[in-house]
C-alpha cells in the first residue's frame, strides 16, 4: 500500500492545500493520504496560531467526501515538540511494515534539507514525494534530488501539482480585514470559519499571557481526546467568547480563558463515572442535581478543572461551578461565563441576539433576563428552577434596584 503523508499548520485549510492532494492521488502513486494538522508548538508563535482543534476540523470539513484521503489527529495530540521522523513511525505502526510513506512537500523543501532534524532517518522512513507546482525549474529540482539520492540514499520522486498560488498569510489578512477571498477556501472551510467567528478584526486571545496559552494548549489536547467534536468546538468558542465579554467588563482575560476552555470539560463522562464523581463533591449536592445530567456536569467540571487539570484558582472553579444555573451573588467572572456559555457564536436560539446585546452593557440584565427565559421554559414543563437560579435571581434584581 502506497500511503501519501501530508502535514501542515493550515491554518486555515486553504484551495491550494486541496488542489496539491488531488494532484498527488491523481499522479497515480498513492492509494491513499493523510492529511495532519499540526498541535499547538509550545513556544510564543502559539499564540498567533488558530487552536490545533479548529485547524482540524477545517481540515476534515474540507477533505469529507475526497475519495481516498483522511485526517490525522496524530500530531495534535502529542505532547512536546513534533518531529517528523515521530509521526513517520507512529504511520508505520498503523499501515504496517509493508506500506511505502510517501511525504507530499513542495519542492522547494530540496533546498533546505538542512534545516531538517534526522534527515537520514526520514529518508529510512519515507520516499520524499515532491509537489512540482508552477515556477519551479525541473532541472534544478532533479539536481537537487539526485544530491540528495547520493548523500542519504534517499529516494525521491517528483509529481505535477497545478495548484494556485494561494497564501495562508493572506487569507488570514483578508479573513481579518473582510477583503474578498477570491475562492481561495473550500466553501466548507468559510462556513466553518463563519459560524465559529474564527480570524476576527481584533483577536481576544491576543490578550491572554503567554504561560496561559501554554496550558490552555495542554488543557485542549486532553480536552481533544475526551469530548466529542460538536463539545470541543464550543468549549474553543466559550474560551474566546469569556475573553472578549470578560475584557469588556473588566475581567482577567487570563482567567476568563481557562473558564471558558474548561467549563465543560467533564460534561462527557459516562454516567456510572458520572455520578462516582458525584459523591465526592464537597459539600455534598442536593437531591435535583444528582438527579440531572444538566446540573451535575456543572459541578463535575469543576472538580475535574482542580483535580485533573490542576486549576486552583477558586474564582475560575466557582464560575465553573455555577455556569448552569447561576447562584447568589454572581462576582463578574461568574456572570461573563454564564453568558458567554449562552451566546457564544454557534448558539442559535430565538432570542440569542438580544441576549447578546444586553450581555454588551448590562451583565445583570442579562442574567437576569437569561434565568427568567429558563424559568418560564421550566414551568411551562411543570419543572421548577433550581433554588441557585432563584437566589442569583434575587440577589442580582436586588443588586440592580440597589444603584443609584
Ligand atoms: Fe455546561
Ligand atoms: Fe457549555
Known sequence: MHVGIFGGTFDPFHSGHLALIRSALAAGRLDHLVVIPSGSPPHKDARRMTPAAHRYFMAATAVAGEPGV?????????????????????????????????????????????????????????????????????????????????????????????????????????????????????????????????????????????????????????????????????SLCTMSETVRLGMRHGVDPDQAAVAGLLHDCAKSLPNEVEQEFARRVEPPLDAMTLDSHELLHAHLCALIAKETYGVDDPGILRAIRCHTTGCADMGLLDEVLFLADKIEPTRNYPSVEALRAAAENDLDGAVIACLAATETFLRDKDKHPHPDSAAARRSLEARKESRP
Request: with cysteine; net charge negative.
Open 70 to 234: 483522511s485526517v490525522s489527529d496524530i500530531e495534535m495530540v502529542r505532547e512536546g515538540p513534533t518531529y517528523t521522523i515521530d509521526t513517520l513511525r507512529a504511520l508505520r505502526g498503523r499501515f504496517g511494515p509493508d506500506a511505502t510513506l510517501y511525504l507530499v512537500v513542495g519542492a522547494d523543501i530540496v533546498f533546505d534539507i538542512r534545516s531538517w532534524r534526522f534527515p537520514d532517518q526520514v529518508f529510512a522512513e519515507c520516499v520524499l514525494y515532491l509537489a512540482m507546482r508552477p515556477g519551479f525549474r525541473r532541472a534544478d529540482v532533479e539536481a537537487r534530488a539526485q544530491e540528495l539520492r547520493e548523500a542519504f540514499g534517499a529516494r525521491v520522486e517528483l509529481f505535477d501539482a497545478d495548484t494556485p498560488d494561494v497564501s495562508a498569510t493572506a487569507i488570514r489578512e483578508a479573513l481579518r480585514t473582510g477583503t474578498d477571498l477570491h475562492g481561495r477556501l473550500p466553501a466548507a472551510v468559510s462556513t466553518y470559519i463563519r459560524k465559529h467567528a474564527l480570524y476576527p478584526a481584533k483577536d481576544p486571545l491576543d490578550a491572554v499571557s503567554d504561560a496561559t496559552m501554554d496550558f490552555l494548549a495542554g488543557c485542549e489536547r486532553r480536552m481533544f481526546l475526551q469530548l466529542g467534536p460538536g463539545r470541543m468546538r464550543h
